[in-house]
Nanobody, 121 residues
Framework: QVQLVESGGGLVQAGGSLRLSCAASGTILSINDMGWYRQAPGKQRESVAVIPSDGTTNYADSVKGRFTISRDNAKNTVYLQMNSLKPEDTGVYYC??????WGRGKYDTYWGQGTQVTVSS
């Protein structure tokens, strides 16, 4: 079994900061990409940031220069540092990991349960 558990969401004023964490646990052999999506009310889920196993990063244009994704491979954890938050950043943030678990012959994508981020103006 594999589980991704998120933490760090909440309510913050515009211009503030939040740090999201997502820890993967279970019978994990290796992890490729880890990242974050978000879904605003009435909108489709969109990719926010991704960090492959080599540590390179990629961001949505809307968050470049404000958000930073990082990972701790020893802890199977991915982070999202969000600075200069705007009301349009409001939504449910989901982490994911493309990982190879014991007993499977391939990589599968696993998702966290989602954490609410609300930015007030």
């Amino acid at each position: 079994q594999v589980q991704l558990v998120e933490s760090g969401g909440g309510l913050v004023q515009a211009g503030g900061s939040l740090r999201l964490s997502c820890a993967a646990s279970g019978t994990i052999l290796s992890i490729n990409d880890m990242g974050w999506y978000r879904q605003a009310p009435g909108k489709q889920r969109e990719s926010v940031a991704v960090i492959p196993s080599d540590g390179t990063t990629n961001y949505a244009d809307s968050v470049k220069g404000r958000f930073t994704i990082s990972r701790d491979n020893a802890k199977n954890t991915v982070y999202l540092q969000m600075n200069s938050l705007k009301p349009e950043d409001t939504g449910v943030y989901y982490c994911y990991a493309d990982l190879h678990r014991w007993g499977r012959g391939k990589y599968d994508t696993y998702w966290g349960q989602g954490t609410q981020v609300t930015v007030s103006s």
